[in-house]
């Protein structure tokens, strides 16, 4: 790993290979080239929900539930796996199973959704890969134990060899979901989202799995580089390691909320684009944010390592905050009371205001407007 440690230059996601203002047009352009093939749903006699297009899962009406699916990739977090794998000698890829499945069913569940099957997608550099007795053991084990946790069926997956297209010893991971929304009135696609409710926000475990391109090349000129000691952590933890700390699923959470009587109006999970997902809904509201979560020790490295300014930190990681429940205000104590019951920080973090569309933390003094989010067609 080449490292250079005079380089005091910020880093951003973009210098990292990751240009949203390059991926999103892209994305846009494909939604409005799909959304012509919904009516093929009829021929079979169900239809589309047509505002779960450009939203976290797709939604199919088949009569008396909503089916709702998605696919979605690990990234690159499998190398930062593979790197201390080649310092330390342990395996790490239980807790990258987690993340792939997470990254799947946290998307999933945004709709309102209990996810029922998962498949695994595993492709590799080449047959080699799967020689390692311990890592493709920690993967199958870490990824049975993601499903027992979300209660749901691993039904298969396809595990090529792709030389010539992964680089040789890696591995590309990704996880398709498929759930349910039964009783109907679970959907929460926002039809229901207005002034007044209020947004809790649920704590993040690390940096999960989005910002890890920006996280590798800021240890590529670390001294110590992965090995490197987080200053901001009470408990001694390299950097690389803290990296690799698994995605929360957060199934267990909205799965106990509707058992609990609560239905949410809307909900994002909190991944790239970091707190502009708050965002995501197609009306225009604004999202005003008084109270925010301590940062991990991790984002706090990196933020100050990688010299982010707070706009462009809350802009790209989660900071401290995975997922974000928008719902009714006399719900928010309950849902927040939910999730410590489940053993998860949570808190009443903002409310839903008339205005344009735009994001205000005060107490960062950040604002975000509806053109920093290009996520819909």
Same mark, same amino acid.
């Given at each position: ?7 005091? &230059?910020?880093? &951003? ?9 390059? /991926? ?27 505002? &779960? ?27 930062? $796996? ?6 330390? =000698? ?43 007795? =311990? %890592? ?19 039904? #298969? ?33 926002? @039809? ?28 590529? %000129? ?17 950097? #690389? ?22 239905? !949410? ?23 005003? /944010?008084?109270?925010? !979560? ?14 982010? &300014? ?18 009714? $205000?006399?719900? $928010? ?5 939910? $999730?410590?019951?489940? =053993? ?9 205001? @008339? =205005? ?22």
């Amino acid at each position: 790993m080449p490292t250079d440690p005079t380089d005091l &230059s910020p880093l &951003s996601y973009g210098s990292s290979g990751v240009d949203y203002n390059v /991926i999103d047009p892209f994305k846009v352009a494909a939604q409005r080239a799909a959304a012509s093939t919904g009516s093929h749903l009829d021929g079979h006699g169900f239809s589309e929900v047509e505002s &779960s297009r450009g939203e976290s899962a797709y939604v199919v009406d088949v009569g008396p539930f909503y089916l709702a699916s998605i696919v979605e990739c690990l990234g690159s977090k499998a190398m930062v $796996a593979d790197s201390m794998q080649a310092l330390t =000698g342990k395996s790490f890829f239980a807790a990258i199973a987690q993340d792939t499945i997470a990254m799947a069913v946290n998307d999933l569940i945004t709709v309102g959704a209990t996810p029922l099957v998962v498949q695994a997608y595993w492709a590799a550099g080449g047959s080699e890969w799967f020689a390692d007795a =311990g %890592r493709r053991q920690a993967l199958i084990e870490g990824w049975k134990r993601a499903c027992d946790l979300c209660k749901v069926s691993w039904g #298969g997956g396809e595990t090529p060899a792709l030389a010539g297209i992964v680089e040789a010893g890696r591995i590309d991971l990704a996880a398709s979901c498929t759930g349910i929304v039964s009783p109907k009135d679970r959907l929460s696609l926002g @039809a229901h989202l207005g002034p007044g409710d209020a947004i809790v926000l649920l704590a993040s475990s690390g940096i999960h799995a989005n910002g890890v391109s920006l996280a590798r090349d800021l240890a590529a %000129r670390l001294p110590q580089g992965y090995l490197t000691p987080l200053t901001a952590s009470a408990v001694p933890i390299g950097f #690389g390691e803290a990296l690799l700390e698994p995605t929360v699923l957060y199934s267990p959470i909205t799965e106990a909320l509707f058992k609990a009587g609560v239905r !949410p109006h809307y909900a994002a999970n909190i991944t790239g684009h970091g707190w502009r997902k708050l965002m995501r809904h197609r009306s225009a509201f604004t999202y005003r /944010i008084h109270a925010v !979560p301590d940062v991990p020790p991790v984002l706090k490295f990196i933020q100050a390592e990688a010299l982010l &300014s707070d706009r462009d930190a809350y802009g790209t990681f989660n900071m401290g905050a995975g997922f974000a429940l928008f719902v009714a $205000a006399e719900d $928010a104590a309950q849902t927040v009371a939910v $999730a410590h019951k489940a =053993g998860l920080d949570a808190w009443i973090a903002g409310t839903v205001e @008339a =205005g344009p569309k735009r994001l205000v933390i005060e107490s960062l003094g950040l604002e975000y407007d509806g053109s920093d989010l290009g996520l819909r067609a």
